[in-house]
């Protein structure tokens, strides 16, 4: 003898849950289970049971833990905020550096002191030529 389930009204299919289905996997994937029983004892069909662990395995089917679920190696993301843009400082009057560039061609460039950007890509275009290298 069979039992037949009857939906009244305008849905005239079954919602399961994420959960439900999660179950209903997980009981298919326990050692010596069958799809078609564990589908049979659910009233699901077996190619229904057969996606959802599909789903499952693939990533498509999970549920989110809480809070006090995860795990402690479990990877997360840090916070980030981003920092509006800042203009390079000059660097103070009392310091001094040095940049010593050699060129293929046998030019060499040396810079003592703070110098600005532009200037320095003015005197780098003019050793070189305008020659990119």
């Known amino acids: 003898m069979t039992t037949v389930t009857i939906l009244s009204g305008p849905e005239r299919r079954r919602r399961w849950t994420t959960a439900e289905k999660l179950r209903i996997v997980e009981e298919s994937l326990a050692p010596g289970a069958s799809v078609v029983e564990v589908a049979r ?8 049971v057969t996606a959802w662990r599909r789903q499952a395995r693939t990533g498509v089917l999970v549920c ?3 809070p006090m679920q995860r795990q ?5 993301f840090a916070a980030v905020s981003i920092a509006p843009e800042r203009q390079p400082s000059a660097a103070p009057s009392g310091t001094s550096g040095a940049i010593e560039i050699e060129f293929a061609a046998g030019a060499r460039m040396r810079i003592t002191g ?6 320095l890509s003015a005197v780098v275009a003019a050793l070189t030529d305008g020659q990119s290298r």
């Open 41 to 48: 004892r659910h009233d699901v069909h077996r190619n229904l």
């Open 64 to 66: 989110e833990p809480g």
């Open 72 to 76: 402690a190696d479990e990877v997360r």
């Open 114 to 119: 703070a110098v600005d950007a532009a200037t």
